[in-house]
Each structure stands twice: as C-alpha cells, then as structure tokens.
Nanobody, 117 residues
Framework: QVQVVESGGGLVQTGGSLRLSCAAS????????SSWYRQAPGKQREWIAT???????TYVDAVKGRFTSSRDGAKNTVYLQMNNLKPDDTAVYYC???????????WGQGTQVTVSS
C-alpha cells in the first residue's frame, strides 16, 4: 500500500521562498516520473513541473527560473523549491508520483501556498 505525504506549504510575503516535499512510502514502491500541479481558487488545476527518473525537468512558463524540482530516489521523495514567490502563485499544490514501471500513480493530499502582497 503506497501512501504519499506532502508538506511544506505556508504563508509567505511576495518575494519569499518555500520548499514543498512529497514522500512516498510502500514496500515495493520505486520512484519514477513525478509532477507538480496547482489549483488556485476558482480556477482549474494546472500542471507546473515534471521531473523524470533521470532528474531532467520541465516547467510551465509561469514558473521557469523561479521554481526548481529535484528528487531523492533513495528516499522516494521529490521536492519543489519555490523562489521569488508572487501572489499569483497562491494555490493548493499537489504532487503526483509514478512508480518506476509507470503503471501506477499516487497523489499527495495537497498543501496550501499563500503569497501575500
């Protein structure tokens, strides 16, 4: 049984930083591709970043140069470092973690990020 625990959200001022973490636990889970999404109030959920098993990353234009995703395969953990935060970044952030075989995917519970102006 795989469980994903997401943490690191909070309230910051414009220009501040946060680091989100998602850790998967399970007897047979090995980390494959992971992605980050966010959903702002009244808006659809949007994809913001993906990191592959080779640590290659892609980002939506709105966060390029400010957000950085990384991974620790030994810990089955992915991170999203968010710098120079803006009020438009305010949203609930979710991670999606796939197993190495690409068969299963698991979602974090979401964490609130609020950026005040």
């Amino acid at each position: 049984q795989v469980q994903v625990v997401e943490s690191g959200g909070g309230l910051v001022q414009t220009g501040g930083s946060l680091r989100l973490s998602c850790a998967a636990s399970g007897n047979t889970f090995s980390l494959g591709v992971s992605s980050w999404y966010r959903q702002a109030p009244g808006k659809q959920r949007e994809w913001i970043a993906t990191i592959g098993s080779d640590s290659r990353t892609t980002y939506v234009d709105a966060v390029k140069g400010r957000f950085t995703s990384s991974r620790d395969g030994a810990k089955n953990t992915v991170y999203l470092q968010m710098n120079n935060l803006k009020p438009d970044d305010t949203a609930v952030y979710y991670c999606k973690m796939q197993d190495f075989g690409g068969i299963w995917e698991y979602w974090g519970q979401g964490t609130q990020v609020t950026v005040s102006s």
